[in-house]
């Protein structure tokens, strides 16, 4: 028997239907609701600089530069469903350029700062993107080079660079108005917001199509799993390029109509310190790697959370008793996935908080079912027995992935033969409570500080390389980012593996496709392991590794 939660009785369904009824509508505008339905005084995010420094961006003036920024998506021949690529870090500039392509009923696609330039070609190639938006300190990686052609198929708008007659601040002065170029563009509930890229175990990576209605679920995760309220001081830390920063730190908050800080720098566990302290932050979420960053540094005065909520990883058990002592607050795990959002977690709500269960990822939000098949048939395994964790479809008023862009062979890969469930990729058990427990996936996507890596953009490079005739890559347990990316290569006739071999290969993959992404070790054999058609079987390595 699935677990549901999604029954007119059950828990939160009210809220759910509402949320449903609200971004699942035919004329539902991306505008309207994440912005211009909000008091125009209220404050939207507010964004911190490395000095403390900070500046509140409120509702209107979002409305305001938006709008400016949407009229110039027009005149840059931008129509309403067209792509525009952006890659920025997080700042003020970043929300006026994502309301205004929402604005104009255009597609983010989001470009992660840490990638090199073949990753971010690839992306807008895959996307038709006509414009990119990008930091100045991030414009060099669109220079015209192996992967830039010079005569590229998109235009550039650069943020930070006012000197630029074609910056981010240059087109929104040329417009004056509350909306210089016409209404906001209705798209609808199946519109598209955003065009995600997730790497998996093989091939090129794969588009997500994120639909408005989609915002339902990401508002009611803010609400039932994050317990976001109106006084709270929320902190989402996870970077906007990947899913949990995005639909979390940036269209939640929106859709919710919630404040939330924006970080304008790096990671540094001092820095996470002084902001949660000197803004006094109240409901905190971020990977578990930041969390045992935090538990290993030190820290001036006291901090009290009210929540703290941790997702992209397994969280372990010494976090848990740390930051009960330390935050004041037990931080509680969440699962879920770039298809899909969040789904099962330790949620904060009055309506589904249960107690901790040691090593669970917790029981399924209002608004989806959820269920563990047996490895060997499509049907529930026997309480408390390992098998996959699944996503039943019909039962999900919630769910809105239908699959991949162009690639009809990978959504097969994840929805049984009947439709009725869709596989996550993960391996787990649940108890008689509905609580569920991760134990591993099954596939061989890496998961690093809260980064999904997948083994193919690493081998892909590696094999680049004039030395290497083979590679693969595996996700090695590591104490503090949760896993990190190895290496086995085998090597072409007549080549020997050295430690500067070793320093070449991973400096390729830094340039080649992100910068985080690298081997940290680098293993030289004969041969790889592989099934009688030919794949690299890399459970094997892992075993070997292990050994």
């Given at each position: 028997m699935s677990t549901e939660l999604s029954t007119p009785t059950a828990p939160g369904a009210a809220r759910v239907a509402e949320l449903l009824a609200r971004f699942d509508d035919p004329d539902a505008c991306a505008a309207d609701l994440l912005c211009d339905r909000h008091p125009a005084d209220a404050v939207a995010f507010t964004v911190v600089e490395p000095d403390l420094s900070s500046q509140d961006i409120t509702y209107g003036r979002l409305r305001r530069d938006s709008a400016r920024f949407a009229a110039a998506l027009a005149d840059l021949g931008v129509a309403p469903g067209d792509a525009v690529g952006v890659l920025m870090g997080k700042s003020a500039d970043l929300v006026v350029a994502l309301l205004g392509i929402w604005r104009r009923g255009a597609v983010h696609v989001p470009l992660f700062t840490a990638f090199a330039p073949p990753a971010i070609a690839l992306r807008l190639r895959a996307s038709g993107a006509k414009v990119v938006v990008v930091d100045a300190d991030q414009r060099a990686k669109l220079a015209p080079g192996e992967d830039i052609p010079a005569d590229?198929?998109?235009?550039?708008?650069?943020?930070?660079?006012?000197?630029?007659?074609?910056?981010?601040?240059?087109?929104?002065?040329?417009?004056?108005?509350?909306?210089?170029?016409?209404?906001?563009?209705?798209?609808?509930?199946?519109?598209?917001?955003?065009?995600?890229?997730?790497?998996?175990?093989?091939?090129?990576?794969?588009?997500?199509?994120?639909?408005?209605?989609?915002?339902?679920?990401?508002?009611?995760?803010?609400?039932?799993?994050?317990?976001?309220?109106?006084?709270?001081?929320?902190?989402?830390?996870?970077?906007?390029?990947?899913?949990?920063?995005?639909?979390?730190?940036?269209?939640?908050?929106?859709?919710?109509?919630?404040?939330?800080?924006?970080l304008h720098a790096g990671f540094s566990a001092e820095l996470t310190w002084r902001v949660v302290r000197e803004f006094g932050v109240t409901n905190f979420a971020a990977a578990p790697t930041v969390y045992r960053s935090l538990l290993t540094s030190s820290r001036d005065g006291a901090v009290r959370l009210r929540r703290a909520s941790s997702a992209g990883e397994p969280l372990t058990p010494d976090v848990v008793s740390w930051s009960e002592r330390e935050l004041g607050?037990?931080?509680?795990?969440?699962?879920?996935?770039?298809?899909?959002?969040?789904?099962?977690?330790?949620?904060?709500?009055?309506?589904?908080?249960?107690?901790?269960?040691?090593?669970?990822?917790?029981?399924?939000?209002?608004?989806?079912?959820?269920?563990?098949?047996?490895?060997?048939?499509?049907?529930?395994?026997?309480?408390?027995?390992?098998?996959?964790?699944?996503?039943?479809?019909?039962?999900?008023?919630?769910?809105?992935?239908?699959?991949?862009?162009?690639?009809?062979?990978?959504?097969?890969?994840?929805?049984?033969?009947?439709?009725?469930?869709?596989?996550?990729?993960?391996?787990?058990?649940?108890?008689?409570?509905?609580?569920?427990?991760?134990?591993?996936?099954?596939?061989?996507?890496?998961?690093?500080?809260?980064?999904?890596?997948?083994?193919?953009?690493?081998?892909?490079?590696?094999?680049?390389?004039?030395?290497?005739?083979?590679?693969?890559?595996?996700?090695?347990?590591?104490?503090?980012?949760?896993?990190?990316?190895?290496?086995?290569?085998?090597?072409?006739?007549?080549?020997?593996?050295?430690?500067?071999?070793?320093t070449e290969l991973q400096q390729l993959v830094k340039r080649r496709f992100a910068a985080h992404a690298h081997p940290r070790a680098v293993h030289f054999v004969d041969q790889l392991p592989k099934t009688p058609s030919g794949k690299v079987q890399r459970f094997v390595l892992r075993q070997q590794r292990r050994g």
């Open positions: 590229p198929p998109w235009q550039t708008v650069v943020a930070g660079d006012p000197a630029d007659e074609r910056s981010l601040a240059a087109l929104l002065d040329r417009y004056t108005g509350d909306e210089p170029g016409g209404r906001a563009v209705a798209v609808g509930g199946d519109g598209l917001l955003v065009q995600l890229f997730t790497s998996g175990t093989t091939g090129a990576p794969k588009g997500v199509p994120v639909p408005l209605r989609a915002l339902a679920s990401f508002q009611a995760y803010l609400e039932f799993g994050l317990d976001v309220r109106a006084d709270d001081v929320f902190w989402n830390a996870a970077d906007p390029g990947w899913a949990y920063g995005l639909y979390y730190a940036i269209l939640g908050p929106l859709a919710a109509g919630r404040r939330s800080i924006l607050v037990a931080v509680r795990d969440h699962y879920g996935q770039t298809e899909h959002g969040m789904v099962v977690v330790n949620g904060w709500a009055d309506e589904v908080r249960t107690d901790l269960k040691p090593g669970s990822m917790g029981t399924v939000l209002p608004g989806w079912s959820a269920e563990v098949l047996a490895d060997d048939r499509d049907e529930p395994a026997p309480v408390g027995a390992p098998g996959r964790i699944a996503i039943e479809v019909a039962g999900s008023p919630l769910m809105w992935f239908t699959g991949y862009t162009d690639a009809p062979e990978k959504t097969a890969e994840r929805f049984t033969a009947d439709g009725r469930w869709y596989l996550t990729g993960d391996a787990g058990s649940r108890d008689a409570d509905g609580a569920f427990f991760f134990s591993s996936r099954d596939d061989d996507v890496i998961i690093m500080a809260g980064y999904r890596i997948g083994p193919f953009d690493v081998e892909s490079v590696l094999v680049e390389h004039e030395a290497v005739a083979e590679a693969a890559v595996i996700g090695v347990p590591d104490e503090l980012r949760g896993e990190v990316v190895e290496a086995f290569v085998v090597l072409r006739p007549g080549r020997s593996g050295d430690d500067g071999l070793v």
